[in-house]
């Protein structure tokens, strides 16, 4: 699976808004954030209640989230073309995972970002870490606290980001929020959500929603059908996550790394099309033989044999990871910047 850097810059910032966090104040804290980030419950209200919360949020949970939400951008620039955002509306952003990685995609769209959320110990953290960016995108971005749940008014904007939020309100605040997006959004919008079944039964739901609304699902899904995934099954992918040092501390782990699982849907309002095909399980790699495992349309899950013999084809097929299109997008690498 992809390993997601996370920018200097932003590892750098972090380092030094959180060098005062002891690591076992900080686990407490995870300890009761995981609960809730798992759950099934809407809490209709805020997850991150202060500034503790909000730290411990921030070294624990705001890499994977932008790990997540990069990738998903990844997949979505391979199909969007030439198309580039000039305003970005991070709903749910918090601390400004999202922000980070819209800047990131798009590093010379030169647009503005505006990230609304409920907790004003989230938006004051996530603009102190602002101030240490390199990107102008994120360094100029606008905090503003908003209320998530009813019937939101959003401002008219290009991408609109629905990141890890959607799981924190009951399900009539869901609708409208997405709606909302939906109405805002001139270009796309984009929603991510954690990996698990629940995670993706708001992820299928918001894709619904959005193709009402007059929008074309780009990513991960080939087609804008009923998805072809049933019964105990789910549809979700992986990004590896570098681990900050802080990170480590309170997870009391070794490895640098770990492994964030999640859903999510890009769907845009322009002139594009999806992949043939997308990839929905490890490849597995055999003597002289790869196995994918494909969604493809009209919708349908089904597996294709790549064999050596297949040359070229065959190549391609033992770099390609989970999550990524098939046949590959020429000229391109899946985090949706061009390769040489």
Not at 250 to 262: H, T, V, W
């Amino acid at each position: 699976m992809p390993t997601v850097p996370l920018p200097d810059d932003l590892r750098a910032a972090l380092a030094d808004q959180l060098r005062s966090t002891a690591p076992s104040a900080a686990s407490a804290q995870v300890e009761r954030l995981m609960v809730s980030y798992r759950g099934t419950t809407p809490t209709a209200a805020p997850i991150l209640r202060d500034a503790a919360d909000v730290a411990a949020y921030a070294a624990y949970r705001m890499p994977a989230t932008y790990a997540a939400v990069r990738t998903a951008l990844g997949a979505f620039r391979l199909r969007s073309g030439d198309w580039s955002p000039q305003t970005h509306l991070d709903l749910g952003g918090g601390t400004g995972a999202a922000t980070w990685a819209v800047a990131d995609a798009w590093q010379d769209a030169g647009h503005r970002s505006t990230v609304l959320d409920w907790s004003q110990a989230a938006l004051t953290l996530g603009a102190a870490l602002a101030k240490a960016a390199h990107t102008p995108a994120v360094r100029d971005a606008e905090w503003t606290r908003q209320p998530l749940g009813g019937t939101p008014r959003l401002p008219r904007t290009d991408l609109v980001t629905v990141s890890y939020v959607l799981g924190e309100l009951p399900a009539a605040d869901r609708e409208s929020l997405v709606t909302a997006a939906a109405e805002a959004a001139g270009g796309a919008v984009v929603v991510v959500e954690p990996g698990t079944p629940e995670g993706y039964a708001r992820v299928i739901a918001a894709r619904d929603r959005l193709i009402a609304a007059g929008m074309r699902v780009l990513a991960p899904c080939p087609h804008d059908d009923t998805c072809p995934v049933t019964g105990d099954d789910w549809c979700h992918f992986a990004s590896r996550v570098q681990r900050t040092a802080l990170h480590r501390q309170i997870k009391g782990a070794s490895l640098p790394y770990e492994d964030e699982k999640f859903s999510y849907v890009a769907a845009a309002r322009f002139p594009a099309g999806p992949a043939d095909a997308r990839v929905v399980r490890h490849p597995q790699i055999r003597k002289g033989l790869v196995l994918l495992d494909l969604c493809v349309r009209p919708p349908a899950l089904t597996r294709t044999t790549v064999s050596k013999r297949q040359g070229a084809d065959y190549r391609a097929a033992r770099d390609t990871e989970w999550g990524d299109p098939w046949p590959p997008a020429a000229g391109s690498g899946e985090d949706g910047t061009p390769q040489p």
